[in-house]
Every structure is written in C-alpha cells, then in structure tokens.
C-alpha cells in the first residue's frame, strides 16, 4: 500500500491527518501522529504492516463483494515466474480490500507453500489429512470450495490448497462427462463471496489448465524473457481461442506479463522487443517484472513479496496488473447491470 492509497481511504472518511492518527490508534493502540501520517501520504516512510492490514479489511466492509473476476495465471513453460506472478497479483489486490480466493491447480503445489500452508500436515481439528482441490474435483465429491479455502496472514485472501494427489484428477477429468466444466461447477456460488478468483494452473495445457480457462473470465501470461518461453505463447493463445469456440466464449486475454527480466542482458532485450513485435499490436504487454533475489527469498517466508517490501523490484508491474483487473471487472460489472 503506497502513501496515495492511505491519503485516498483518509479523505474518504472525510478526516483530517490528526483525526485520522487519532482513529488508528483506537483501532490499533498505537501512539501515531499527524506528522506520522503525513510520512506516510508522502512516501518518505513505509506504512506499517498492522495499517495496512487494518486499512484494506475498513475498505473491503466498505463494498459490497462479489461476483467474482476470475483470473487463470497459465504458461506451459515451467520456470517462467508464474506461480510467483499469482501470488503477488493475488496480494496486491488483498492489499487494496478486495477479497480474493485463491485457486492452486498445480500439482507442485508450490502456490500452497508459497503461501504458508502445508499441504501434507493434518488438519488441526480432526487430525485427518488436510482436503485440496483434489477432494473437490472427484467425481463423487460434494465439496464446495469455500469449504477447503483457508485464511492466510492477515489479509483477506482465502486459498483452496493443492498437493501432489491433484495429478490423479487428470484421467479422472477426462472421462467425466463434461470433465472440463469441473471447477466451474465447483466454484458455484463462491463467485458471489469474493471480488476476485485466481488460479494458478500447471505448466502444461492438461486437464487442469483446460478447468481453469473454462472456469475463468480472462487470462494473464507470464512469459520469462527468454527466447524458449517466447515460442509456446502461439500454442497457449491457439488453447484460448479453442476454449472460447467451444466452452467459454466470455474468455478474454488480459495480457503478456514479461517476466525475469535483466535489461543489462543483450538476449533480456531483444527477447523483450520480439514479445511486443509479435503480440504488442493485438494483446497489452505489461511492464517487466525485472528478476530480483527477493522474489526467490520469499517463496519460503508464507508472504509474497509485494506485501513484505512495497518497494520492491516489480511491484509497479504488479500492480499494473491489478488495475488492469479492477478496471475490468468494473465493465463487466456494469455490462451486466445495464442487462
């Protein structure tokens, strides 16, 4: 959360700094001033995580939720920040108050750990093994995702697990009657309790990927720049098309997002310029998310690290991102009301 976020939900509240010092700390028993604020609004300072956490929960009461964008973060090119990229989208969007459910369809499960949750450790109530997605979307299953999503941290970000069980579903799916529809059929209602859903899917363009363009409203591409994940972005956009034509016509491209980007490498660059050359005129290239350590440092920590370092390289592109889906989930929003 940047200082203009903190000045925006402070005129809302139609307070002055000193008033506004003075509510945060009855919410939070802190001793803040104006000049504190003041810091704050004008970036000279970071805003505390407790403000932050306590600022984007006032500003979710404040709307009401649902129903839900959902987003499908896919790339069948491992390695290319993916994961990585939807659980920073995923954060940035809980740091402005908005109330994400979080979907891990990858068998690595590495969005899970990402996270904080263990997959493989009981649950604490019953002591039986933790349910993932998996549970949800066997045949027989009567799960509804809402009751495998868990809360994590402090911010309003709920997420459905995965484990490596999930790599069982596949045959599963694909000779269940209308297998693709799955966890469409899964998120049901769940779309009308939260503003936005994010799915992480695996690196291919299995069973679980064709669920998630099915069940999704738009995608993102994270795409590392590097001539190799360059070249199975026509596959992926030929899968899209294929899904629109046949089982989701609302699907849309959001965008490419480069990704691991080192401006000081010949190859970065040129890779870089043949991803605007070859999609720039009929899709939105996002900012790179330059590589950075912090991003392979906090995949271990349970936090990412758009909320552990607000400053950090590739924030910016983040969050670019995250106005991108705000702004359309507002169309659709009002598409449907004018309906």
Request: proline residues 5%.
């Amino acid at each position: 959360m940047h200082g203009d976020d903190v000045r925006t939900i402070r005129e809302e509240r139609g307070l002055s700094q000193t008033e506004f010092a003075s509510w945060l700390n009855q919410q939070l028993n802190r001793k803040y001033d104006k000049q504190k604020v003041s810091r704050w609004e004008n970036s000279s300072e970071r805003v505390p995580l407790a403000v932050v956490g306590l600022l984007a929960e006032s500003r979710r009461q404040s709307r009401p939720k649902g129903p839900a964008l959902v987003l499908a973060v896919a790339n069948q090119k491992g390695g290319v920040g993916k994961t990585v990229s939807a659980v920073n989208i995923a954060t940035v969007l809980a740091l402005q108050g908005y109330a994400v459910l979080f979907i891990d369809a990858d068998p690595q499960a590495n969005a899970t750990l990402h996270f904080g949750v263990n997959p493989y450790e009981p649950d604490a109530v019953t002591g039986k093994p933790r349910p993932t997605l998996f549970n949800a979307l066997k045949t027989e299953s009567s799960y509804d995702l809402d009751d495998l999503a868990i809360r994590v941290g402090e911010l309003n970000i709920r997420v459905v697990p995965s484990s490596i069980q999930l790599a069982e579903i596949e045959p599963d799916l694909m000779v269940q009657s209308g297998g693709e529809h799955a966890l469409k059929e899964r998120l049901g209602t769940c779309r009308n309790r939260y503003d936005f859903v994010i799915i992480d899917t695996p690196p291919n363009i299995g069973q679980l990927t064709k669920n998630a363009l099915t069940a999704a409203d738009v995608i993102i591409i994270p795409c590392q720049t590097a001539i190799f994940s360059v070249v199975g972005i026509d596959f992926l956009l030929r899968n899209v098309n294929l899904t629109k034509r046949r089982s989701n016509p609302r699907l849309a491209i959001l965008g490419i997002l480069p990704t691991k980007f080192n401006r000081r490498l010949k190859n970065d660059v040129a890779t870089l310029d043949d991803i605007h050359k070859g999609f720039g005129k009929h899709l939105r290239i996002f900012d790179p998310v330059p590589a950075a350590a912090i991003y392979d440092q906090t995949t271990a920590s349970g936090r990412a690290a758009v909320e552990i370092d607000a400053d950090a390289p590739g924030v910016a592109a983040y969050e670019e991102v995250a106005a991108a889906l705000i702004e359309e989930r507002s169309k659709r929003l009002e598409t449907v009301n004018v309906a």
